[in-house]
């Protein structure tokens, strides 16, 4: 078993900033923290930062020590939200190499059976002590078990560790292949390229171009989600397929894992020929450290938007289409929307449509009922038929994700493009107060229980 430990970047920075404030004392802080269980592997994800400064809740004379009305307060507060808790200190004398001291160890074996048995099931207790540039920590599951050691320490995102301890650090590259690349975003930058897990949801228009074009980048492994097969009105803008693919109706998951591994041979494609709202996508999905949306359903960004927040991996949603009447196109385009947990998502961007996103959720009688009625006028618009179209959007799409995990600049929020104009509007957009998702479900994970709300027999049709 191992664990790790993902932050926001707002909330490391909130975190990081209150444990350094003082330069001779030791800091203490609380994280309300959601949590992901996968075979093996624990990932605790920051929910809630709460920094402790009150004398009489904590006290550091001889090394901290919480006292009980402390205990007390953050296992209420956890217990309020239904999360785990991370207990967080700084040893601000040690540099490298920082441990728990004897004081901490103690206080664990104070703390730790009391807080596991107040907290939900199942909810995780940890502690975190964080030197100059190190961290070392330990999760407890369930009273009486051996604690898991939290060996990585990440912000959403990054490939790599907050301390150094990145899955980066044993990936190599071609530097022949990719030297032209390096040039923008330096050799650092492509082998982080190489080491993140992508998932991308849709492999028609847009999702085949992204796929190919991210294993031309240098990407090596992808988790592919669809459940349509290759038809011949694909062909026109289905990157890589031909038309053996239709007449044998094969899987747009398999053409688009061809087409990688041709690219990228070796390259780890999972394949899941199935609807999103299903228990393997979901499952999938939750594991990857980038998301790409590229479907034309509104229902879907809904979830994806809420998955994105509840296990905090970065989203970028891309969307196109066309209205055109007998070869008289009266508007075309395309939209990319990065999604960075915990500073606004598709509802804070405006780039989702709520009540389309319901309709499209809901059973097939009630969707029957609702454009019988008029609460619905039609579908939502549709794929366009556009290679050029799809090629530009995933181009924008592939480059806000190199500028994402390569730093080389930030990733720019919301890019809108028109197609007649030949113009590209840049929009920015930021967490609303209001906002239910990025409120309520950020760090959240299996808390949520996305899977067991999303993927019924309905869905999983396909």
Known sequence: MKASLSFTESQWQELHAHLTSSDARERFAVLLVGYRMRRGEIALLCHRVMPYADPSLVDDTFGIRVSPQGVVSFVNAALALGTGVVEVHSHPGTVRDVRFSPTDEEGHREVVPFALSSLPPGSPYGSVVVGGASASGLAWLSPGARPVPISTFRIAGSPDGLFGDGMCRSVSINEERYTRQANLVGKDGQRKIGCVRVGIVGLGGTGSVVARTL??????????????????????????????????RRKKVSVARREIRRIAPGSQVTRVARSLFSEQALEQLTACDIIFGCTDNHGTRLCLNELSAAYLVPYIDLGSGMSAEEGVVSEAGGRVTVVMPGDGCLLCAKAVNVRLGGHELSSKALQEFAVAQGYVEGDDVPSPSVMSLNQVVAALAVTEFKALVTGFRKPLRQLLYDLLSGSLAQVAFSTRRTCVVCGGCIGKGDLLGLTQRYANERRNAG
């Open 215 to 248: 294993a031309y980048e240098g990407v090596r492994s992808f988790v592919l989600v669809d459940h349509d097969r290759v038809v011949t009105s694909n062909l026109n803008r289905l990157d890589g397929a031909c038309p053996l693919d239709a007449w044998l």
